[in-house]
């Protein structure tokens, strides 16, 4: 059975820092992983798909890589705003059709 | 291209009761999957719906059951309510045939069981 890792499990930094976010899994057999962003008590916001033929995809700030063959991700976020205090997870989309998701980590960015 | 919608977004219901949420699927999305996530924990898979048949499940208890419509929504039901059934119940949408494209998720329903 897939299980994801997530580390840390809480992140604190202070503005304008650049950071990283980790994923771990243990089934490299997947079609894609998923970063998602979930603020309090709400909904996920889906901020990176990547595929696993691929290593890497960007979005604005947001860069995440792929080592399929090692079970890891990273998410890179570039110069941290305290709007992206959030709970960031992982998922990976493994055969059996459905999500497997990490525990998260839970980021605060301090002003 | 109208996204996820859940309701409500939240309720309140007593232990041994039982509670219907309702999932609206993305415009284009043929699968509804639904995911519950307790407190400071990740989603937990409870099961998926294609073509109205379940098409794969979690580990919950069969009073845990669903239904899909022709238009793709989908309801979830759970009968005799636990304490611990108290958690966020998520709803995505996907395209079965289509397993490299990613998945919508709704903004969730908040239950509580007292």
């Known amino acids: 059975k897939q299980e994801v890792t997530q580390i840390p499990a809480a992140l604190s930094v202070p503005e304008g820092e650049n950071l990283v976010l980790n994923c771990s899994f243990t089934?490299?057999?997947?079609?894609?992983l998923q970063w998602f962003r979930q603020d309090p008590g709400k909904g996920l916001t889906s901020l990176l798909l990547i595929q696993s033929s691929q290593r890497e995809q960007t979005s604005g700030r947001l860069n995440a890589s792929l080592d399929k063959s090692s079970g890891r991700s990273t998410l890179y976020i570039a110069a941290s705003q305290p709007g992206d205090s959030a709970t960031y997870l992982c998922a990976v989309r493994s055969g059996a059709n459905n999500l497997f998701f990490g525990t998260g980590t839970r980021l605060t960015v301090i002003p | 291209e109208t996204g996820v919608t859940q309701s409500p977004t939240h309720l309140i219901k007593t232990r041994g009761q039982q509670v219907t949420l309702r999932c609206s699927s993305q415009s284009g999305h043929n699968t509804v999957s639904w995911y519950q996530q307790a407190l400071g924990q990740g989603p937990q898979f409870i099961f998926q719906?294609?073509?109205?048949?379940?098409?794969g499940r979690g580990n919950f208890p069969p009073r845990f059951s669903g239904l899909q419509f022709p238009n793709y929504s989908s309801e979830l039901n759970v009968n005799a309510l636990e304490l611990d059934d108290s958690a966020l119940y998520l709803c995505a949408s996907s395209l079965l045939d289509s397993p490299f494209l990613g998945y919508t998720f709704g903004s969730g329903t908040r239950l509580t069981v007292v």
């Open positions: 719906y294609y073509r109205e048949e379940e098409n």
């Open positions: 089934d490299s057999a997947i079609y894609n």
